[in-house]
Protein backbone atom coordinates (compact mmCIF):
# COMPACT_ATOMS: atom_id res chain seq x y z
CA UNK A 1 0.00 0.00 0.00
CA UNK A 2 1.28 3.67 -1.25
CA UNK A 3 1.59 5.81 1.89
CA UNK A 4 0.58 9.35 1.30
CA UNK A 5 1.44 12.69 2.91
CA UNK A 6 -1.61 14.84 3.41
CA UNK A 7 -1.15 18.42 1.97
CA UNK A 8 -3.48 21.55 2.75
CA UNK A 9 -3.67 23.78 -0.69
CA UNK A 10 -4.78 27.00 0.24
CA UNK A 11 -8.17 27.93 -1.86
CA UNK A 12 -8.58 31.49 -2.66
CA UNK A 13 -6.59 34.48 -3.89
CA UNK A 14 -3.22 32.19 -3.28
CA UNK A 15 -4.77 29.29 -4.76
CA UNK A 16 -3.80 29.76 -8.87
CA UNK A 17 -0.20 31.14 -7.55
CA UNK A 18 0.25 27.94 -5.36
CA UNK A 19 -1.08 25.76 -8.40
CA UNK A 20 1.79 27.00 -11.04
CA UNK A 21 4.40 27.15 -8.53
CA UNK A 22 3.76 23.12 -7.86
CA UNK A 23 3.85 22.77 -11.91
CA UNK A 24 6.57 24.18 -12.41
CA UNK A 25 8.71 22.33 -9.32
CA UNK A 26 7.11 19.17 -10.92
CA UNK A 27 3.80 18.58 -9.68
CA UNK A 28 0.40 18.82 -11.83
CA UNK A 29 -2.73 19.49 -9.60
CA UNK A 30 -6.12 20.05 -10.50
CA UNK A 31 -9.22 20.70 -9.30
CA UNK A 32 -13.06 21.28 -10.52
CA UNK A 33 -14.77 24.48 -9.77
CA UNK A 34 -17.18 22.56 -7.41
CA UNK A 35 -14.70 20.42 -5.54
CA UNK A 36 -12.61 20.50 -2.41
CA UNK A 37 -10.26 17.38 -3.01
CA UNK A 38 -7.77 18.22 -5.78
CA UNK A 39 -6.04 15.43 -7.52
CA UNK A 40 -2.64 15.43 -8.57
CA UNK A 41 0.08 13.65 -10.92
CA UNK A 42 1.51 11.55 -7.61
CA UNK A 43 0.54 8.94 -5.95
CA UNK A 44 2.25 9.91 -2.87
CA UNK A 45 0.57 13.37 -1.96
CA UNK A 46 -3.32 13.28 -0.85
CA UNK A 47 -4.16 16.81 -1.50
CA UNK A 48 -7.05 18.76 0.74
CA UNK A 49 -8.31 22.71 -0.74
CA UNK A 50 -8.62 24.78 2.37
CA UNK A 51 -8.88 28.48 3.26
CA UNK A 52 -5.45 29.14 3.99
CA UNK A 53 -6.68 30.39 7.44
CA UNK A 54 -7.81 27.09 8.46
CA UNK A 55 -4.66 25.46 7.21
CA UNK A 56 -2.40 25.77 10.23
CA UNK A 57 -5.05 24.45 12.86
CA UNK A 58 -5.66 21.23 10.83
CA UNK A 59 -1.87 20.82 10.50
CA UNK A 60 -1.24 21.47 14.30
CA UNK A 61 -4.26 19.30 14.89
CA UNK A 62 -2.80 16.28 12.97
CA UNK A 63 -5.28 16.47 10.11
CA UNK A 64 -3.05 17.04 7.57
CA UNK A 65 0.68 16.48 7.73
CA UNK A 66 2.06 20.01 5.69
CA UNK A 67 1.04 22.70 3.95
CA UNK A 68 0.79 26.07 2.44
CA UNK A 69 -0.46 29.12 4.36
CA UNK A 70 0.50 33.05 5.15
CA UNK A 71 2.59 33.79 8.30
CA UNK A 72 -0.14 35.57 9.47
CA UNK A 73 -2.63 32.76 9.86
CA UNK A 74 -0.04 30.97 11.94
CA UNK A 75 0.57 33.69 13.95
CA UNK A 76 -3.31 35.03 14.28
CA UNK A 77 -4.43 31.28 15.19
CA UNK A 78 -1.25 30.50 17.57
CA UNK A 79 -1.02 27.10 15.87
CA UNK A 80 1.60 24.63 17.12
CA UNK A 81 3.51 23.68 14.12
CA UNK A 82 6.92 23.44 12.45
CA UNK A 83 7.88 26.07 9.82
CA UNK A 84 9.54 24.02 7.16
CA UNK A 85 10.45 27.25 4.72
CA UNK A 86 9.39 29.98 3.28
CA UNK A 87 8.45 30.40 0.00
CA UNK A 88 8.17 33.99 -0.75
CA UNK A 89 5.08 34.16 -4.10
CA UNK A 90 2.07 35.90 -3.83
CA UNK A 91 -1.29 36.35 -6.02
CA UNK A 92 0.56 39.76 -6.99
CA UNK A 93 3.67 40.63 -6.45
CA UNK A 94 7.02 38.84 -4.37
CA UNK A 95 6.39 41.62 -1.55
CA UNK A 96 5.75 40.56 1.59
CA UNK A 97 1.92 40.84 2.75
CA UNK A 98 1.67 43.66 5.53
CA UNK A 99 -1.50 44.17 8.06
CA UNK A 100 -1.58 47.53 8.53
CA UNK A 101 -3.60 49.77 10.84
CA UNK A 102 -5.62 52.50 8.58
CA UNK A 103 -7.83 55.48 9.00
CA UNK A 104 -9.36 57.67 7.15
CA UNK A 105 -7.04 60.58 5.75
CA UNK A 106 -8.73 63.58 8.09
CA UNK A 107 -8.57 61.08 11.13
CA UNK A 108 -6.70 62.65 14.46
CA UNK A 109 -6.01 59.02 15.30
CA UNK A 110 -2.21 58.88 14.70
CA UNK A 111 -0.82 56.37 16.55
CA UNK A 112 -1.81 53.20 18.46
CA UNK A 113 -2.17 55.18 21.54
CA UNK A 114 -4.43 57.03 20.23
CA UNK A 115 -7.34 53.80 19.41
CA UNK A 116 -8.09 53.91 23.30
CA UNK A 117 -11.78 53.51 23.52
CA UNK A 118 -12.33 53.39 19.33
CA UNK A 119 -13.61 50.88 17.04
CA UNK A 120 -11.41 48.46 15.46
CA UNK A 121 -12.79 46.10 12.22
CA UNK A 122 -10.52 43.44 11.31
CA UNK A 123 -9.98 39.75 10.09
CA UNK A 124 -7.21 39.75 12.02
CA UNK A 125 -8.53 40.02 15.65
CA UNK A 126 -6.03 38.11 17.62
CA UNK A 127 -3.43 39.89 16.43
CA UNK A 128 -5.07 43.07 16.78
CA UNK A 129 -5.73 42.35 19.62
CA UNK A 130 -2.01 41.75 21.32
CA UNK A 131 -0.63 44.32 19.51
CA UNK A 132 -3.14 46.59 21.56
CA UNK A 133 -2.36 44.82 24.46
CA UNK A 134 1.43 45.73 23.96
CA UNK A 135 0.57 49.71 23.82
CA UNK A 136 -1.52 49.56 27.06
CA UNK A 137 -4.60 49.93 24.97
CA UNK A 138 -8.27 49.33 25.49
CA UNK A 139 -10.65 49.07 22.15
CA UNK A 140 -13.54 47.23 20.52
CA UNK A 141 -12.04 44.66 18.44
CA UNK A 142 -14.65 43.22 15.58
CA UNK A 143 -14.08 40.45 13.05
CA UNK A 144 -15.05 42.11 9.67
CA UNK A 145 -16.10 39.43 7.11
CA UNK A 146 -14.61 41.62 4.29
CA UNK A 147 -15.22 44.99 2.15
CA UNK A 148 -13.15 46.20 5.75
CA UNK A 149 -12.12 49.19 3.78
CA UNK A 150 -15.74 50.94 3.29
CA UNK A 151 -16.35 50.37 7.11
CA UNK A 152 -14.58 53.54 8.03
CA UNK A 153 -15.46 56.22 9.35
CA UNK A 154 -18.99 55.21 9.32
CA UNK A 155 -19.11 52.02 11.26
CA UNK A 156 -15.78 51.99 12.82
CA UNK A 157 -13.36 54.50 13.46
CA UNK A 158 -10.13 52.89 11.95
CA UNK A 159 -8.84 49.16 10.57
CA UNK A 160 -6.14 46.67 10.56
CA UNK A 161 -6.04 44.68 6.82
CA UNK A 162 -3.65 42.85 4.69
CA UNK A 163 -2.34 44.77 1.89
CA UNK A 164 0.55 44.40 -0.62
CA UNK A 165 1.15 47.55 -2.28
CA UNK A 166 -1.58 50.01 -0.16
CA UNK A 167 -3.41 50.65 -3.77
CA UNK A 168 -6.63 49.20 -2.21
CA UNK A 169 -6.42 51.65 1.16
CA UNK A 170 -5.29 54.51 -0.71
CA UNK A 171 -8.32 54.79 -3.23
CA UNK A 172 -10.49 54.26 -0.24
CA UNK A 173 -9.15 57.67 1.49
CA UNK A 174 -7.12 55.92 4.11
CA UNK A 175 -4.01 56.01 5.20
CA UNK A 176 -1.57 53.79 6.78
CA UNK A 177 -0.31 54.50 10.45
CA UNK A 178 1.48 51.98 11.66
CA UNK A 179 2.37 47.62 10.39
CA UNK A 180 1.28 44.99 12.78
CA UNK A 181 2.50 42.27 11.18
CA UNK A 182 4.63 41.30 7.62
CA UNK A 183 3.28 37.91 6.29
CA UNK A 184 4.97 35.57 3.36
CA UNK A 185 3.89 32.15 2.51
CA UNK A 186 5.60 29.39 4.83
CA UNK A 187 5.59 25.24 4.31
CA UNK A 188 4.45 23.98 7.64
CA UNK A 189 4.22 20.41 9.14
CA UNK A 190 3.34 18.93 12.07
CA UNK A 191 5.59 18.25 14.62
CA UNK A 192 4.96 14.65 14.82
CA UNK A 193 4.90 13.91 10.91
CA UNK A 194 8.12 15.89 10.56
CA UNK A 195 9.60 13.24 13.53
CA UNK A 196 8.43 10.51 10.66
CA UNK A 197 11.33 9.69 8.85
CA UNK A 198 9.19 8.78 4.97
CA UNK A 199 7.12 11.90 5.15
CA UNK A 200 9.97 14.21 6.33
CA UNK A 201 11.82 12.98 3.17
CA UNK A 202 8.63 13.68 1.22
CA UNK A 203 8.45 16.93 2.91
CA UNK A 204 12.03 17.97 2.39
CA UNK A 205 12.26 16.53 -1.25
CA UNK A 206 8.72 18.67 -1.95
CA UNK A 207 10.67 21.86 -0.31
CA UNK A 208 13.95 21.29 -2.36
CA UNK A 209 12.06 21.34 -5.87
CA UNK A 210 9.69 24.25 -4.54
CA UNK A 211 12.59 26.63 -3.56
CA UNK A 212 13.99 25.55 -6.80
CA UNK A 213 11.56 26.95 -8.75
CA UNK A 214 11.18 30.26 -7.56
CA UNK A 215 14.86 30.56 -7.60
CA UNK A 216 14.55 30.00 -11.50
CA UNK A 217 11.73 32.71 -11.58
CA UNK A 218 14.63 35.57 -11.57
CA UNK A 219 17.10 34.25 -13.48
CA UNK A 220 17.81 32.82 -17.28
CA UNK A 221 20.32 30.31 -19.05
CA UNK A 222 22.76 32.14 -22.04
CA UNK A 223 24.34 30.21 -24.43
CA UNK A 224 27.22 31.66 -26.74
CA UNK A 225 30.09 31.16 -28.69
CA UNK A 226 33.58 33.01 -28.42
CA UNK A 227 36.42 33.15 -29.48
CA UNK A 228 38.93 32.54 -27.32
CA UNK A 229 40.79 35.55 -27.58
CA UNK A 230 37.33 37.26 -26.31
CA UNK A 231 37.01 35.09 -24.03
CA UNK A 232 37.84 36.72 -21.19
CA UNK A 233 36.38 40.24 -21.89
CA UNK A 234 33.20 38.18 -22.42
CA UNK A 235 33.63 36.59 -18.52
CA UNK A 236 34.68 39.88 -17.09
CA UNK A 237 30.89 40.51 -18.19
CA UNK A 238 29.26 37.94 -17.01
CA UNK A 239 27.87 37.79 -13.04
CA UNK A 240 26.94 34.16 -12.37
CA UNK A 241 26.14 31.75 -10.24
CA UNK A 242 29.39 30.26 -10.78
CA UNK A 243 31.90 30.47 -12.83
CA UNK A 244 31.07 29.81 -16.95
CA UNK A 245 31.20 26.65 -17.94
CA UNK A 246 33.70 26.75 -20.89
CA UNK A 247 33.85 23.64 -24.04
CA UNK A 248 35.78 23.68 -26.94
CA UNK A 249 34.30 23.80 -30.22
CA UNK A 250 34.93 21.88 -33.20
CA UNK A 251 36.00 24.75 -34.74
CA UNK A 252 39.55 25.86 -33.77
CA UNK A 253 39.97 28.80 -31.77
CA UNK A 254 36.73 29.15 -30.79
CA UNK A 255 34.49 27.98 -27.06
CA UNK A 256 31.15 27.40 -26.45
CA UNK A 257 29.98 29.26 -23.00
CA UNK A 258 27.13 28.54 -20.85
CA UNK A 259 26.68 30.28 -17.24
CA UNK A 260 23.00 31.74 -15.77
CA UNK A 261 22.73 35.25 -15.01
CA UNK A 262 19.70 37.57 -13.57
CA UNK A 263 16.75 37.99 -15.85
CA UNK A 264 16.65 41.64 -15.14
CA UNK A 265 20.07 42.20 -16.53
CA UNK A 266 19.58 40.52 -20.06
CA UNK A 267 18.38 43.60 -21.96
CA UNK A 268 21.48 45.45 -20.41
CA UNK A 269 24.04 42.83 -21.20
CA UNK A 270 22.99 41.36 -24.38
CA UNK A 271 24.50 44.12 -26.40
CA UNK A 272 27.75 44.61 -24.36
CA UNK A 273 28.47 40.56 -24.73
CA UNK A 274 27.76 40.91 -28.46
CA UNK A 275 30.35 44.14 -28.84
CA UNK A 276 32.73 42.19 -26.95
CA UNK A 277 32.80 39.47 -28.91
CA UNK A 278 30.12 36.61 -28.27
CA UNK A 279 28.21 35.40 -31.01
CA UNK A 280 25.08 32.54 -31.58
CA UNK A 281 23.56 33.87 -28.20
CA UNK A 282 21.09 32.08 -26.72
CA UNK A 283 18.96 33.40 -24.19
CA UNK A 284 16.59 30.21 -22.45
CA UNK A 285 13.93 29.88 -19.14
CA UNK A 286 14.74 27.92 -15.98
CA UNK A 287 12.12 25.43 -14.25
CA UNK A 288 14.03 25.41 -11.15
CA UNK A 289 18.15 26.32 -10.04
CA UNK A 290 19.15 23.97 -7.31
CA UNK A 291 21.93 25.22 -5.05
Known sequence: MTRKLRIGMPKGSLQDATFALFKKAGWDFRVSSRSYQP???????????????????????GVLDVGLTGHDNVIE????????????????????????????QNSPIAGPKDLEGKRIATELVGVTKRYLEKHGVTAHVEFSWGA??????????????GTETGSTLAAHGLKIIDTLLESTTRLIANHTSWEDEWKRTKIENLQLLLQGALDADSLVGLKMNVAKENLDAVIRLLS????????????????ALETIIPEKTVRHILPELRRAGAQGLVEYPLNKVIY
Request: glycine share 2%; proline share 9%.
Open 240 to 255: ALRKPTVSPLGEEGWV
Open 39 to 61: IVDDDELEPVLLRAQEIPRYVAM
Open 148 to 161: TEVKVPDLVDAIVE
Open 77 to 104: CEADVYEVAELIYSKATSRPYRWVLAVP
